[in-house]
């Protein structure tokens, strides 16, 4: 059962304070974890597993000749995704990004702190909820005949509190949370976790502006989207994964999916030319965003495997029937070849230079607000934090997505 808010004297905690975009926080974000090693950020994580009732680590990597460290992680009792996934360069990779998404989900799902839109005043200025991603509710209505619930958390840009819908916070994909929700997105999208809160936030910031950039490449013309020259790329883990998938018959592209945000995205698909057996009938896809524009591809490539090893598992929540059946694009060679952007992006690779770059960019793009919201992490170690930008579109495969504003202004383009 949802709860009222109310532990209110939370928000009086002091934050960094921002003196606008273009400057990094006069207070560190990452503090108090700033070099905490993979292993110490696994063993953190896994300290959780109870609370969180992660029941399974299974390694699945074997499933697809690609080689790809690919795991599976099992929570049966979960609100949301009772299976996780996670993949990596090594196991342990792997094995982190399993867990950390199984933790996301699980704080989000908990996460129950909300308050009646007509108390929001009494802490933070009430938005314009036109900008926020609404949903479809089952047989086709959207409800916007009430004032939904609310949450507070800190807007990146100012340092001050502000309110979100709490449908756009929590992740309670439960029937009664999903069918009577207040008319807002209800998904996964701008969540983020890591061993500090920048991290957790950068995290978060990376997924909306992805999720944003997934809605409009899908809703463009095929053509709108220049198509990455796989020659012009260096990142040396890139070019094992192309190389791993072409001795396994797999043809992959990828397109520059970059908006007008100018945060680095890419769109990866796989398609499997060599028809036997055990082929997959359908392409899978992958899509990442980072500062840096290597990272992102390389998240794209990834996940596109990751997903074909999750099509052979059979076992993850949101795999659906047609996912299956659905045929493989005869081509690959839609849009306009053009070489890999080595030479954009942030080169900062801390959290507070990640936070810094995407904001400077949301704020060029027209962009005055970014709200993160503390997802109370049940760990000394880690944190968890969800990410909200109004005016960004919501992550398009999320149950219930409708196109905003952007999607539909890019449709209407093409």
């Known amino acids: 059962m949802i709860t009222p808010f109310t532990n209110r004297s939370s928000l009086e905690t002091e934050w960094s304070s921002w003196a606008g975009p273009k400057q990094l926080p006069v207070r560190t974000l990452t503090e108090p974890f700033p070099n905490r090693g993979l292993r110490q950020t696994f063993d953190a994580a896994l300290a959780l597993r109870r609370p969180a009732g992660i029941t399974r680590i299974a390694d699945i990597s074997g499933l697809d000749e690609i080689g790809l460290p690919v795991v599976s992680v099992v929570r049966p009792n979960s609100r949301s995704m009772s299976v996780s996934s996670g993949k990596g360069t090594t196991d342990l990779e792997a094995r982190v990004s399993g867990v950390m998404e199984a933790l996301e989900l699980f704080h989000a799902e908990e996460f129950s702190d909300w308050l009646p839109f007509g108390e929001v005043s009494h802490l933070a200025a009430a938005p314009d909820l036109g900008g926020f991603p609404k949903s479809v509710r089952p047989g086709g209505r959207c409800q916007t005949d009430s004032l939904p619930r609310m949450t507070v958390g800190f807007d990146l840009f100012s340092g001050v509190q502000a309110a979100v819908p709490f449908d756009l916070v929590h992740a309670d994909f439960s029937t009664e949370s999903v069918r009577n929700n207040d008319g807002f997105l209800v998904s996964s999208n701008g969540l983020g976790g890591g061993s500090s809160s920048g991290e957790a936030i950068a995290h978060g910031l990376c997924e909306a502006v992805e999720g944003d950039a997934v809605a409009l490449y899908r809703t463009s013309s095929p053509d709108s989207f220049s198509r990455i020259a796989w020659d012009s790329v260096e990142d040396p883990t890139v070019c094992r994964l192309l190389e791993a998938c072409r001795i396994r018959g797999v043809s992959a592209a990828a397109w520059d999916i970059t908006t007008d945000v100018m945060v680095p995205a890419f769109y ?22 980072h500062p840096d524009p290597a990272v992102a591809l390389r998240r794209a490539f990834m996940e596109a495997i990751q997903t074909r090893v999750l099509l052979v598992s059979g076992a993850r929540d949101d795999i659906r029937p047609r996912f299956y059946s659905a045929r493989s694009p005869a081509s690959e060679d839609r849009g306009t070849e ?26 060029d793009a027209g962009f005055s607000r970014a709200v993160t919201v503390d997802l109370k992490s049940k760990s000394p170690e880690l944190a968890f934090a969800r990410v909200v930008v109004p005016g960004l579109e919501g992550f398009p495969h999320s149950r219930g997505y409708r196109p905003g504003a952007r999607a539909t202004k890019a449709r209407l383009r093409s």
């Open 268 to 289: 990866c698909r796989l398609v499997e030319r060599s028809k036997g057996p055990s082929s997959l009938a359908s392409s899978t896809d992958g899509a990442g965003c």
């Open 338 to 363: 053009s070489r890999f952007p080595a030479e954009t992006g942030c080169r900062r690779p801390s959290a507070d230079g990640m936070i810094g770059f995407i904001l400077e960019r949301l704020e």
